[in-house]
């Protein structure tokens, strides 16, 4: 037995004359080979929704610390965002990467060989 509060899904395993999307009908087709029946039950009554319905009001004093908690989570979000990099910060440190600037000299040249020793080498004299 499966209990669900969305009740728009009981037709669909009760063989329903309605014509389901195609990925809906895919999803029904694999669940065929279980045995099973789809109960509708409202939210209230719904053990999955235990949480939802039956949650208490906070405290005063449980309020306060909610509020506590919740900055410090958004801190601590914040802090963990890394900080955006300008354009010229970019071209810098591409500039100072030796391998971006070989990787940048062959194809300016056309030359793009795999690099060796000796290429590096002439790649550095021009």
């Given amino acids: 037995m499966i209990l669900t509060d969305h009740k728009p899904l009981i037709p669909l395993f009760q ?3 309605s014509k389901p ?11 065929q080979k279980y045995q099973f029946q789809v109960e ?5 009554h719904n053990p999955a929704d235990y949480l939802l319905c039956h949650t208490q009001p906070a ?8 509020i506590e908690t919740e900055e ?7 802090r963990s ?19 971006l600037q070989l990787v940048k000299t062959a194809i300016q ?5 795999p690099v060796t020793t000796s290429r590096v080498t002439r790649i550095e004299e021009a």
């Fill in 109 to 113: 040249s056309g030359d793009l060989r």
């Fill in 81 to 99: 965002q890394p900080l955006p990099i300008s354009v010229e910060e970019i071209t810098t440190a591409s500039r100072e990467d030796d391998c």
């Fill in 15 to 17: 063989g329903s004359a």
């Fill in 40 to 44: 509708y039950k409202p939210g209230l």
């Fill in 72 to 78: 410090y989570v958004r801190s601590v979000v914040e």
């Fill in 21 to 31: 999307q195609l990925k809906i009908k895919k999803w029904i087709l694999q669940l």
């Fill in 59 to 66: 405290t005063e004093a449980e309020g306060g610390e909610a």
